[in-house]
């Protein structure tokens, strides 16, 4: 197996592009997606600050990287969620990246900030875990590039992320979803510019990339993410894309190039919202929905992560395997893990 560029030996092979890389080249092809990816679809100009929502995972880590090796402003936000060792761990991974790399790490934490985990939001709201922590985290980061002056909010949804996101607003046809569905979404009514920046490497590609730049990423998935329905989605897409190469590119970049647009309707697009009597955020009504779960969550007694986690404390006892596994490591030389989604 030889580099397409320079004929050494490659360390990774790219199936959707039928190419091989040495790990030169390959760290070179990262760069030139997510360049083309801003540009393409003008998510960030020269001398725009930007922040990343850092998890310590893989693809949060990866596009900070490659951010401030593009020569661009980028602070981070790490987010302490209180999921237990797993939130521990994800810190340290997140500090240590940005302390080696003299790079700004702002951090939150629900618990200390806000009164409430995810735990306890979780079982207060009567909410699936994920839920009480995506409308979290999305108020925090939002909330963070709002009052830091940021130009752009900037998240590691890679295209493994934005394919399987796609398939289950297909499956449900979820067409408000669909219509809001991309790669970046331009800063409006108090809500600031979000963009994905990744979009053009896959899962397997940014693990890669980190493992060759010696990033020390957190392997480890959230324990709340097994068995939720975005990784059985990445399962059925990496199944067709072992046998099928490129399925998951054309899918996602076909939708984008001939359908996004067909899923517009003004009348579905945000109402005027007004502004959150406790925190200022846009609001449909006096107190935003992040506030709504911040005052019923941060009244209840901190819930252990454990309480939440039945299901797959279940899965792991019958010896099932995570749904987020791989298609496979990318080569003998490279062997990146995977881990849970982006962020
Ligand atoms: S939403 Fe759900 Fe993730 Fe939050 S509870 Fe864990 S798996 S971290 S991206
Ligand atoms: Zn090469
Ligand atoms: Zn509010």
């Known amino acids: 197996m030889k580099c397409r560029v320079c004929r050494l030996p490659a360390v990774i092979d790219v199936r959707r592009h039928n190419a091989n890389f040495c790990a030169e080249h390959f760290l070179r092809y990262c760069r030139q997606q997510v360049e083309r990816a801003i540009s393409a679809f003008d998510m960030l100009s020269e001398g725009e600050r930007a922040l990343v929502a850092v998890s310590g995972g893989k693809d949060s880590l990866a596009i900070w990287d490659l951010l401030v090796e593009a020569g661009f402003e980028a602070d981070g936000l790490y987010v302490g969620l209180g999921i237990g060792e797993y939130s521990d761990r994800s810190a340290d991974h997140a500090r240590a990246f940005a302390e080696a790399r003299g790079l700004r790490l702002l951090e939150i934490d629900l618990r200390d900030d806000h009164g409430y985990d995810v735990p306890t939001a979780a079982v207060a709201t009567k909410r699936v875990p994920c839920s009480a922590c995506g409308l979290s985290k999305r108020h925090v980061f939002d909330r963070a590039a709002i009052d830091g002056g940021y130009d752009a909010l900037v998240t590691g949804h890679n295209l493994d992320d934005e394919a399987a996101v796609l398939y289950g607003n297909v499956l449900r046809w979820q067409t408000d979803y669909l219509a809001r569905q991309r790669p970046v979404l331009p800063a409006e009514q108090g809500f600031p510019r979000k963009i994905k920046p990744l979009v053009r490497l896959s899962e397997r590609e940014t693990a890669a990339y980190c493992v060759l730049q010696g990033i020390d990423y957190l392997v480890e998935e959230c324990p709340m993410a097994v068995g939720n329905k975005h990784l059985l989605y990445k399962d059925a897409l990496n199944d067709m894309e072992q046998k099928s190469p490129g399925s998951k590119a054309e899918f996602y970049f076909g939708f984008l190039a001939r359908a996004v647009d067909r899923f517009d309707n003004p009348d579905s697009g945000r109402s005027v919202l007004g502004a959150c009597h406790r ?19 941060s009244r209840a007694d901190p819930v252990p992560v454990e309480f939440v986690l039945p299901k797959a404390r279940h899965r792991r006892r019958r010896g099932e395997r995570s749904p987020s596994a791989e298609a496979g490591p990318p080569t003998a030389t490279v062997s990146p893990q995977s881990n849970g989604p982006a962020t």
Request: glycine share 6%.
């Open 279 to 297: 925190c200022g955020s846009p609001a449909e009504s006096d107190l935003c929905a992040f506030c709504r779960l911040a005052e019923r969550s």
